[in-house]
């Protein structure tokens, strides 16, 4: 099992900026936190109606982040921690 985290810049369905975090498993996305203003959202519900889906349906493809896109286990685990704490709260 081969576990791969990115961050992208992303702009949502209602034309705000934000930042996306990816967790792929042998290239399956599996978990997904993105980061809009205040908001801290995870892959735990579907779809957000301001942000669209909050986890990509497609898979892991060779070239489709740059080195700097990569982020560490424990970078996606912290952001992944925060959001389900202020979902949770």
């Known amino acids: 099992m081969t576990a791969e985290y990115f961050s992208l810049e992303i702009e949502t369905n209602?034309?705000?900026d934000g930042v996306a975090y990816?967790?792929?498993v042998d290239t399956v996305p599996t978990r997904q936190?993105?980061?809009v203003g205040e908001e801290w959202l995870t892959s735990r519900r579907?779809?957000?109606p301001?942000?669209?889906p909050l986890l990509t349906d497609q898979?892991?493809?060779p070239g489709e982040f740059d080195e700097e896109d990569r982020i560490t286990v424990e970078e996606f685990e912290e952001v992944w921690e925060r959001a389900v704490t202020?979902?949770?709260g």
Do not use: K, N, P
Request: cysteine-free.
């Open 33 to 35: 936190v993105t980061h």
């Open 22 to 24: 990816y967790e792929f």
């Open 46 to 48: 579907d779809f957000h």
């Open 86 to 88: 202020q979902e949770d």
């Open 14 to 16: 209602d034309f705000r």
């Open 50 to 52: 301001a942000v669209g």
């Open 59 to 61: 898979h892991l493809q």
